[in-house]
């Protein structure tokens, strides 16, 4: 009897196992199959609303792709970005690199709201915002990767680490190198997080300094095809149409691939920061060579860095909480 009872006792351990692993990361580690038993659904959800959002709109892919990156990079991956302004709280959407940029929220909000609906304050914004990422980049012909899973979501916001720590367009090459190496990335994941360029529009207001020089001598970026640039300035004046807004990459502006770095290699790279991959760099100019020769190379490399960008200093364990909607915290 006493046998059997301890082989019971053994077997509803090892049975329960998998059960235990729902609520905590394992040891603070993300890992993909995080909600496979607390919320099966959640990835076949997320992947249902952000492919009827991009069947709608296809910019929106970008969107959602570039919200991931603006949360991670202030404070970690913790969907601080997500949370409005209220009490406390100074929104993230309010800082330079968000305002009259950042899109896509209520999108997440519909996903939030169907992820409420199936498995109560289980998801985090936080991962919903990683799983976005990935669908959006798939949708739009790109790589697909697991995402690691298990983070939650902070309980504030930080305007001032929006405002720094997002590398800008028209900051130098080891000014952005160095916001990437404070976030644990290095020149490989800056080359090829860069791809992501490949789809989506940039506004005006962002690469005006390259067609007419800020320095007052009148001449425009010399990294700059002359003839992409006169075609650019109709649009993008000296002043006015600050928001008027323009492919990123004008070869296949919808389409996830590599014409992005072909484009930087015709001197076409829309933004500075895109340019400096070039002539700023040895090592980040051989990548984007590689990458321009290689999209399969790129692609690879792509997820890789994702899944390297998507595990800054996650909340896991009881840190945070899992928000009931992803604009404010939980009372």
Known sequence: MAHL???LIAFS??????FCLCDKAKDGHLYPQFYD????????IVKSVVAKAVAKE?????????????DCFVKGCDASLLLDSSGTIISEKRSNPNRNSARGFEVLDEIKSALEKECPQTVSCA?????AARDSTVLTGGPSWEVPLGRRDSRDASLSGSNNNIPAPNNTFQTILTKFKLKGLDV??????????????????????????QSGNGQPDNTLDKSYAAQLRPRCPRSGGDQNLFFLDFVSPTK?????????????????????????????????KKYAENNKLFFKQFAKSM?????????????????????????
Do not use: W
């Open 256 to 288: 996830f691939d590599n014409a992005y770095y072909k484009n930087i290699l015709a001197s076409k790279g829309l933004l500075n920061s895109d340019q400096v991959l070039l002539t700023k760099n040895e090592a980040s100019m051989e990548l984007v």
């Open 5 to 7: 009872m301890s082989f």
């Open 37 to 44: 038993h607390s919320c099966p659904k959640a990835q076949q």
């Open 58 to 70: 296809t910019r929106m892919a970008a969107s959602l792709l570039r919200l991931h990156f603006h």
């Open 307 to 331: 899944i390297k960008m998507g595990n800054i200093t996650p909340l896991t364990g009881s840190k945070g909480e899992i928000r009931k909607h992803c604009r404010k915290v939980n009372k």
């Open 188 to 213: 490989v994941d800056l080359v090829a997080l860069s791809g992501s360029h490949t789809i989506g529009d940039s506004r005006c207001t962002s690469f005006r300094q390259r067609l007419y020089n």
């Open 127 to 131: 991962d919903l915002l990683a799983l």
């Open 13 to 18: 351990l090892i049975a329960f196992a998998p």
